[in-house]
Structure formats: C-alpha cells, structure tokens
C-alpha cells in the first residue's frame, strides 16, 4: 500500500500497525492457562481458540495426522511399494534439487533402506531441468527399474511419466505441487493439492513434499505390519527417527507452519537436538552450531547449505549427505556443501552488485526492479531477485541471458500477483516457459523479448499500486515498556514456537525507549544498550545497518527517545540466559 498522507515513516521507511486484537479472549487464555497476557494475545492474532490452544502450544503429531488412507491413491500405492518390498523389486525415487526434495527422498530411501531394499536415487541438475526427464527414465529402464516413484515432483510431468508407464513401469508421484484437473496416466498419484480430494482435512494441502512422503511411508510401515513381513530378525523400523528430516524440508520449503506441519517441525526439532542424522550432525558442526536448533537453524543455517549443492554444485550431494551411514564420507560431504555455499555466496553478490549497479545507473519508467545479464547464474537469480525486492519493495525480475535464452526468476510484493503475471505474459507469446504462485515464479523467453517483457510486466505492475514506490507496513503484536522485556517474558515466547510462514515470530514495539553505549560491531552491525525510565535495561542488537539511517541514528543517539521495533529472545551464548532485543526499525518516539 502507498504511505497514507501525513502518517510518519520509520528511519526504515515503514509505516507501523499495532494489531488490532481480541482483547477480552486474550483475558480468556490467560485467565484459563496461566499465560503472560502477551503470549495470550499473540495466540488471538494468530486465531487460535481457547479449545485449541494447548494443542497449538503442544502439538502431537499422533492427534494431528490422520489415517493416511484419506489421501487418493495412497493405499493402492502403499501396496505397491510394500509388494516391491517384499518380492525385492527394483525400485527407483526421482527427486527435486531443493530440501524438499533432498529431505523428501531422503526419508523414502531410509525407510527403504530399513526394511531390506535399497533403491537408486537420481537427483537432476539445474540444467536438466525440473523434474523428471526422458533420460532419467530410459536410465531406470537400463537398470532394470520396475516401480518408479518420484518426490517433490511429477505431478505435472505427463510425457516423461507416461513414456515410464509406456516403457512397463509402475509409476507413483508423491508431490505437493498445485495439480491440474487431468493427471498423468500412472499407477498413483498421492498429492494432497488433487482437485478431486474431499478436503476432510484442509490442512493437509500445506504439507511440503517430505510431510506427504512420510505419511506414505507410514502407510507403507502399516500394509507391511499387516502382511506380517516383520518378525525378531527383521523389525519394525521406528518411524519417528526421520522426523528430523520432515521439520528440515518442511521449514525450508516455506510452507504455513500450522496444524500437521507444526507437530512436524516441534518433534522434528527435539529428535534433531539428540542428533539422530549423521549427516546432519557433521553439518550442524561445520556450521558453527552450538545450541539447540531451531527453525531459524533450519531455514537460514543447514537449507542454504543443502540448497547450495543445488544451485553452483552438485544437485545430489545434499541428499546423499542425509542419507550418510560412514563418518568420514559425510565429513567430506559436508565439506563440499561449504565449499559450495561459499562459492553461491560470492555468486551471488557478484550479480546483486551488477544488478544494482544496472538498475541505480539508469532512470527507471515502471516500478519494478527489471534487470538482466549475459550468463548470469542461474542457481542464484532467484535469491538475487528476492533480495531487490527486499531493497527497493517492489516486484523484481532477474534474467541470465544464455546462448540459446533466457531463463529468468522473480519475486514480488503483497500487492502482485506474479503467477497471473506470468501466466499472462505467456498467453500474450512473450515467454516460453513459465510458472509459479503469488509471490514467486520463474520463467523463459527468447532474448528478443525483454524489452516488450519488460514493458509488459511494467504496465501490469503500474496498473496494480500505481507508479510510486510502496510503503511497507510492519504489523505489531504487542506493545511494551523496556522494564517489560524479560527474560521470562521471552522464554514465554518461546512457547510460540517454531516460527516461519502462518507463525511469524512475534513482533514488539518498546516504547520511549532510549538507545545507549551503541557501536558497531562486525560487518555493519549495530550493539547497544536499551533502557526506560521505569528502570528497563537489556542489550539491543540491530544487523547489517551500519550504512542506513537506522543505524546512523543509533550510534549518534544522545539523550533521544525513540520507539523500537524488534524481536525479543532468550541470548544463551556462552552459558548465559538473559533477554535481548533484535532490533528491525526504529522512529523518534512522538
């Protein structure tokens, strides 16, 4: 939305909101759970009822998950794998080259592996495109692949899926990924995102592809039960070790965490915390990891470095390293995966830098970020494209120019939907290929069609929230004086976890609050000491704002009050355990 005329912008340039509540059922919660009243009016915002509360804050995966057979085909393709198990068939998993894919045929190759049948993996390269392909199939075939199964993908691949069924194989897709009303002609398709599913249980439709693959597995784990192929020398395998890889996938893939995906993550955090994965053990180490993980450590600290062999690497050394049994083969693995997040980080900069430098060298006729590069990686174009809209709050579009086209990624704003944009665009002949959902997609054309693309994707955009640039609006859970920020209170919050989509972490406001003893510490960073005249006092810590008004304005603060905008959290570095504010925004209290 565009700044409302006479409202004060942050020194971040955005407006705040202070979320309007229900106040009397946050006295409700507090009242029946003994909740800070700030931890109950959170759980309001979020629209968690009184009835649902304990569940919300402790969510188990046995109440939450239902009978896997409401899901289509999911008992015909369970009995299928389970025969292939049992007469020891050739079994092939085709994945995608992200976490989720990584994590999602991770889980079905261990369950496999734990019941007595190794499976071929094949992970495709960016260059092979996603999916599965003619090649990857003819290569099962080689190898005498009688059941096909892919993860994280297939549920739109119908000539390369059908040309597996034509070659005699059985094909079972376990996807997550929007459906068309036709499906591929195969033996199954488990994928909650059907439309011809009855919706009993609408939360299954956020499930990423590793929650639908464990469901399966579950399915599978009982068909087996009842077949009786267990027995003392050959037991049940417990199902809730991989929980660990269902919270990895799950996080990274951004899907709302809420209902099923909760339960997921919460016991998929606890059973990563006892280090039960090899593979991810070794990486927490080289990482630099030294506390418990949390969702943050999923999404920012081991998916970027899975991710990475995906992007400027090798696509499977990420699912290989989850699937590691031998010490030092997973030292080497994650090593590679280091190396290589190392590498898309200079990348990545490396275009971020010309991309900015392209776009603030030359006056700009629409309000989006439109930029593009000849040979531009393109494991990086989508991350470079994220962080232009970051910067400049509008829609970006970031396209590598390659010999034969050119292959592009975007990311937008609130106010646009990109995949209608894309589909649009596609319709009027301007791109070959292209696809994606509101706020992300990608995209091909030919390099003769970037400026009518460009100007195509600009008009829409205008048409959408006018010339101007946007005003962010920060939403505000919660408002506080600095005496407030307590330990306590932030162990409160925690409570409240795991945060990321359908769950942000909660957003606070300290009023009149002063900043003090501010220095920069790092690379930009901003530490420093917050205090209230109600005798308030706890460390603040702003990042990457050494060279922005917010943090110009916090090392020269003498003596101003200011309204700070941030999250609070339990610091436990070092052994200790005490509050700390990360700071976001912050304005010049009225």
């Not at 919660?29 to 759980?43: D, E, G, S």
């Not at 991989?242 to 893939?253: K, N, P, S």
């Not at 603030?360 to 000849?374: C, K, M, N, R, S």
């Not at 002949?429 to 003769?448: D, F």
Request: charged content about 25%; proline content about 4%.
């Amino acid at each position: 939305m565009n700044s409302p005329a006479g409202e004060m912008k942050s020194l971040g340039g955005n407006l705040w909101k202070i979320s309007s509540g229900d106040e009397r059922a946050a006295e409700l919660l507090t009242q029946k759970y003994n909740f800070p009243f700030i931890v109950a009016r959170i759980l309001t915002l979020r629209e968690v009822q009184a009835a649902e509360a304990a569940d919300f804050l402790a969510p188990k995966i046995q109440k939450l998950m239902p009978n896997p057979s409401v899901l289509k085909d999911m008992d015909k393709a369970a009995a299928r794998i389970a025969e292939a198990i049992q007469k020891r068939r050739h079994i092939g998993i085709i994945g995608d080259y992200d976490v989720d894919g990584a994590t999602s045929s991770a889980v079905l190759r261990l369950f496999l592996r734990a019941v007595g049948s190794e499976a071929d993996v094949h992970i495709p390269e960016r260059e092979e495109g996603y999916g599965p392909s003619m090649q990857a199939v003819d290569d099962f075939k080689a190898k005498g692949v009688e059941l096909l199964i892919t993860t994280d993908c297939g549920t739109t691949a119908f000539e390369s899926l059908e040309y597996a069924a034509a070659r005699g194989m059985d094909v079972i897709v376990l996807d997550h990924h929007e459906a068309e009303a036709r499906l591929p002609k195969v033996f199954a398709v488990v994928n909650p995102k059907r439309l011809d599913e009855n919706n009993e249980y609408p939360y299954l439709k956020y499930l990423a592809a590793v929650g639908v693959v464990f469901m399966t597995v579950t399915a599978v784990n009982r068909e087996l039960r009842q077949r009786g192929y267990y027995s003392d020398a050959r037991p049940e395998p417990n199902l809730m070790q991989w929980l660990d890889l269902v919270a990895l996938g799950t996080v990274c893939d951004v899907v709302p965490l809420q209902g099923l995906n909760r339960a997921y993550v919460r016991q998929g955090l606890k059973i990563m915390s006892s280090a039960p994965n090899l593979g991810i053990r070794v990486l927490q180490e080289k990482s630099g990891m030294n506390s418990a993980p949390t969702a943050f450590h999923l999404g920012f600290v081991l998916g970027p470095r899975i991710n990475a062999g995906g992007r400027v690497g090798a696509s499977d050394i990420g699912h290989h390293l989850l699937c590691c049994d031998k010490e030092y083969e997973a030292q080497l693995l994650a090593d590679k995966l280091n190396e290589y997040n190392v590498q898309r980080k200079d990348i990545e900069n490396f275009v971020l830098l010309q991309a900015i430098e392209i776009l603030e060298g030359t006056p700009q006729e629409y309000p989006i970020a439109f930029v593009a590069g000849e040979n531009w990686h393109q494991g990086v174009v989508g991350i470079v494209a994220g962080k232009l809209k970051e910067r400049y709050n509008l829609p970006a579009f970031v396209m590598s120019i390659e010999s034969d086209e050119v292959k592009g990624s975007a990311r937008s704003v609130p106010q646009v939907d990109l995949g209608a944009l894309i589909m649009a665009a596609k319709e009027k002949g301007l791109l070959t290929k292209g696809g994606g959902h509101t706020m992300a997609a990608g995209y091909s054309l030919e390099e003769s069609k970037i400026e009518a693309f460009r100007q195509f994707a600009g008009e829409y955009v205008k048409k959408q929230i006018g010339s101007e640039a946007i005003t962010t609006v920060m939403e505000i859970d919660a408002v506080l004086d600095a005496a407030g920020a307590t330990r306590e209170l932030a162990a409160a919050l925690e409570d409240l976890e795991p945060f990321g989509a359908g769950n942000a972490e909660p957003r606070l406001m300290l009023k009149n609050t002063h900043i003090q003893n501010a220095a920069l510490v790092g690379v930009g960073h901003v530490r420093c000491v917050l205090t209230s005249d109600n005798g308030g006092r706890l460390k603040g810590m702003a990042f990457r704002v050494g060279d922005n008004e917010i943090g110009q304005a916090m090392l020269k603060s003498k003596g101003e009050i200011f309204d700070v905008v941030g999250m609070l959290r339990r610091d436990r570095w070092q052994g200790r355990d005490e509050a700390q504010f990360i700071i976001e925004d912050i304005r010049k209290a009225a």
